[in-house]
Antibody, heavy 117, light 113 residues
Framework: QLQLQESGPGLVKPSETLSLTCTVS??????????WGWIRQPPGKGLEWIGS???????YYNPSLKSRLTISVDTSNNQFSLKLTSVTAADTAVYYC?????????WGQGTLVTVSS | DIVMTQSPDSLAVSLGERATINCKSSQSVLYSSNNKNYLAWYQQKPGQPPKLLIY???TRESGVPDRFSGSGSGTDFTLTISSLQAEDVALYYCQQYHNTPQTFGQGTKLEIK
């Protein structure tokens, strides 16, 4: 059974870079049927798609975050990663990684990242 | 961006009764070349990630009880729970994946009356 697990610091200072990794188990990130994405949810609020990546490294990003965002893939370790620069309190959220063909059919449990000094 | 608007924001339904949640997109999410609606529904319980219920507007994800159904096309969609169970108390979100950025509705909170 496919499992996704987010990992990374739970606290990031304003203006610094938020870095998270999603480790995929029970399936290959190199499966040509799927994209791998990041979605976030500020506390008590709705869902925002951040961006997605294909195993080849092809990416597409939410334009609202594009200038600060890098998503990369490491097929040898079955992982993909998120880097978001120049963070502010508005970036405080639960960050989820997920698999999608069209809709997001498999999700990680999420990790809370708080931006605070 | 395509704006997804759900109604109502919250809903209280008696056990065993029907629950209906609506989702309207600011532009069509029907892909004309394959006649598919790029619209999904998710269920989220507290402290859990969203769970995919419906994709393609009306296709139930594997393992989802058949009391959940989706309908609609173009810009207007509906999620129906035919007979509400206690475990259906949750937040429900619609999502379009027709355009980048993919966007979600604001959510509908479903409670027991």
């Amino acid at each position: 059974q496919l499992q996704l697990q987010e990992s990374g610091p739970g606290l990031v200072k304003p203006s610094e870079t938020l870095s998270l990794t999603c480790t995929v188990s029970g399936g290959s990130i190199s499966n040509t049927n799927y994209y791998w994405g990041w979605i976030r949810q500020p506390p008590g609020k709705g869902l925002e798609w951040i961006g997605s990546i294909f195993y080849s490294g092809s990416t597409y990003y939410n334009p609202s975050l594009k200038s600060r965002l890098t998503i990369s893939v490491d097929t040898s370790n079955n992982q993909f990663s998120l880097k978001l620069t120049s963070v502010t309190a508005a970036d405080t959220a639960v960050y989820y990684c997920a698999r999608h063909v069209e809709a997001f059919d498999s999700w990680g449990q999420g990790t809370l990242v708080t931006v605070s000094s | 961006d395509i704006v997804m608007t759900q109604s109502p924001d919250s809903l209280a339904v008696s056990l065993g009764e029907r629950a209906t949640i609506n989702c309207k997109s600011s532009q069509s999410v029907l892909y004309s070349s394959n006649n598919k609606n790029y619209l999904a529904w998710y269920q989220q319980k507290p402290g859990q990630p969203p769970k995919l219920l419906i994709y393609g507007a009306s296709t139930r994800e594997s393992g989802v009880p058949d009391r959940f159904s989706g309908s609609g096309s173009g810009t207007d969609f509906t999620l129906t729970i035919s007979s509400l169970q206690a475990e259906d108390v949750a937040l429900y979100y619609c999502q379009q994946y027709h355009n980048t950025p993919q966007t979600f509705g604001q959510g509908t909170k479903l409670e027991i009356k």
